[in-house]
């Protein structure tokens, strides 16, 4: 087992990863969750026939009364309409403050279920059991919870931290190569942003099966990574920021084409090597980094570059949480494995950005 403690000042827990570990998370909550008499376990329809009665069942031997609840399964769940949903299926649960919600998924389920979690009664404990590639490197650790709005994607969240975060690396033998590729890109992030060693290690490993056959490393180095930064920036102030890298641009093709045409993970694939070409234009990123993002991104079967066109882009940046006024703070590469914030005027951004899209 890889065990990796979280020591948020009054928040503290842990992230567990191991094989077969979902048939004992019902043990592993016990432990956790003192105070609670009742679960609410929520999972989407896609998850749900696949896992969740073996999740029931352990959480049910540990002597918790269990309600399964079931989303549909994609990003248009993740909205206030079902966030109200939940709401009133866990009160007429009965759920209480001291009891607890499990989310059973990926980053949708997760995001949906941690905020109904922060909000409900003004906060009840919440477990995290990521089931995709994508959740187990990034949204369930963190604290970030959230639900989309029309105006573009996690702009109503809270921080809310899990009580512990529970992953089986086994889960992921389930998910379509599509998905698989989705998580990647998050993955291949954690090498450009924050250690230039493990991107190095990424490109000795290009395939899925390749990557498989050293999951509980891969994880235990992004979870890791993520928790430093984590520990160091909780809310997002400062150096947590440099998770964000390739998001801004990448946010623009998820908008542009309306959450439906490409992943999030396709979409910061593509602002990646995008905002790599980015810092090579201003001087900052070696002129070397931007082919290796985009060879180690293709063989995952994933997009270098997405259409769009500047009015997505100005959308984009307009709404990112990073702006200030006519300023926005880009993640942008000085070497593989480090980045930092450069603050652009929205202008200027828009215009070097322009510039980059007629070039290629």
Same mark, same amino acid.
């Given at each position: 087992?890889?065990?990796?403690?979280?020591?948020?000042?009054?928040?503290?827990?842990?992230?567990?990863?191991?094989?077969? &570990? !979902?048939?004992? $998370?019902?043990?592993?909550?016990?432990? *956790?969750? #003192?105070? /609670?008499?009742?679960?609410?376990? =929520?999972?989407?329809?896609?998850?749900?026939?696949?896992?969740?009665?073996?999740?029931?069942?352990?959480?049910?031997?540990?002597?918790?009364?269990?309600?399964?609840?079931?989303?549909?399964?994609?990003?248009?769940?993740?909205?206030?309409?079902?966030?109200?949903?939940?709401?009133?299926?866990?009160?007429?649960?009965?759920?209480?403050?001291?009891?607890?919600?499990?989310?059973?998924?990926?980053?949708?389920?997760?995001?949906?279920?941690?905020?109904?979690?922060?909000? &409900? !009664?003004?906060? $009840?404990?919440?477990?995290?059991?990521? *089931?995709? #590639?994508? /959740?187990?490197?990034?949204?369930? =650790?963190?604290?970030?919870?959230?639900?989309?709005?029309?105006?573009?994607?996690?702009?109503?969240?809270?921080?809310?931290?899990?009580?512990?975060?529970?992953?089986?690396?086994?889960?992921?033998?389930?998910?379509?190569?599509?998905?698989?590729?989705?998580?990647?890109?998050?993955?291949?992030?954690?090498?450009?942003?924050?250690?230039?060693?493990?991107?190095?290690?990424?490109?000795?490993?290009?395939?899925?099966?390749?990557?498989?056959?050293?999951?509980?490393?891969? &994880?235990?180095?992004?979870?890791?990574?993520?928790?430093?930064?984590?520990?160091?920036?909780?809310?997002?102030?400062?150096?947590?920021?440099?998770?964000?890298?390739?998001?801004?641009?990448?946010?623009?093709?998820?908008?542009?084409?309306?959450?439906?045409?490409?992943?999030?993970?396709?979409?910061?694939?593509?602002?990646?090597?995008?905002?790599?070409?980015?810092?090579?234009?201003?001087?900052?990123?070696?002129?070397?980094?931007?082919?290796?993002?985009?060879?180690?991104?293709?063989?995952?079967?994933?997009?270098?570059?997405?259409?769009?066109?500047?009015?997505?882009?100005?959308?984009?940046?307009?709404?990112?949480?990073?702006?200030?006024?006519?300023?926005?703070?880009?993640?942008?590469?000085?070497?593989?494995?480090?980045?930092?914030?450069?603050?652009?005027?929205?202008?200027?951004?828009?215009?070097?950005?322009?510039?980059?899209?007629?070039?290629?």
């Amino acid at each position: 087992m890889h065990r990796l403690n979280v020591p948020l000042p009054g928040r503290e827990y842990e992230i567990l990863i191991e094989k077969g &570990l !979902l048939d004992r $998370v019902g043990a592993r909550c016990r432990v *956790t969750l #003192l105070r /609670a008499t009742r679960v609410a376990l =929520v999972t989407d329809s896609n998850v749900g026939p696949l896992y969740a009665q073996r999740v029931k069942e352990s959480l049910e031997k540990s002597r918790f009364q269990v309600k399964l609840i079931t989303i549909p399964a994609g990003e248009k769940s993740k909205c206030p309409e079902m966030l109200a949903f939940l709401w009133e299926e866990m009160l007429a649960f009965g759920l209480t403050r001291t009891d607890s919600v499990v989310a059973l998924g990926g980053g949708v389920v997760g995001d949906l279920a941690g905020f109904a979690a922060a909000t &409900l !009664l003004r906060g $009840v404990d919440y477990v995290q059991i990521p *089931t995709t #590639l994508l /959740a187990q490197v990034d949204s369930s =650790v963190g604290g970030k919870v959230a639900v989309d709005l029309k105006a573009g994607k996690n702009l109503a969240g809270a921080f809310w931290q899990p009580r512990s975060v529970l992953m089986d690396p086994e889960v992921l033998n389930t998910l379509p190569d599509r998905v698989f590729s989705d998580g990647m890109a998050e993955v291949i992030k954690y090498g450009c942003i924050l250690d230039g060693d493990f991107f190095d290690m990424l490109e000795q490993c290009p395939s899925r099966a390749q990557v498989m056959e050293v999951i509980e490393q891969v &994880l235990h180095i992004c979870c890791a990574l993520k928790a430093e930064v984590v520990l160091q920036d909780e809310h997002d102030l400062g150096r947590r920021m440099l998770l964000n890298f390739g998001h801004t641009l990448g946010h623009a093709y998820e908008k542009a084409y309306h959450y439906e045409t490409y992943t999030h993970g396709e979409a910061v694939a593509a602002g990646m090597c995008a905002a790599a070409q980015l810092g090579v234009q201003m001087g900052i990123t070696p002129a070397d980094v931007p082919g290796r993002i985009a060879a180690l991104v293709e063989r995952f079967r994933l997009p270098t570059e997405i259409p769009c066109s500047r009015e997505d882009y100005a959308g984009a940046v307009g709404l990112d949480k990073k702006g200030q006024g006519n300023q926005i703070s880009v993640i942008l590469l000085r070497a593989l494995g480090e980045a930092e914030a450069v603050r652009l005027n929205k202008a200027e951004l828009l215009d070097r950005i322009e510039e980059i899209r007629k070039k290629s």
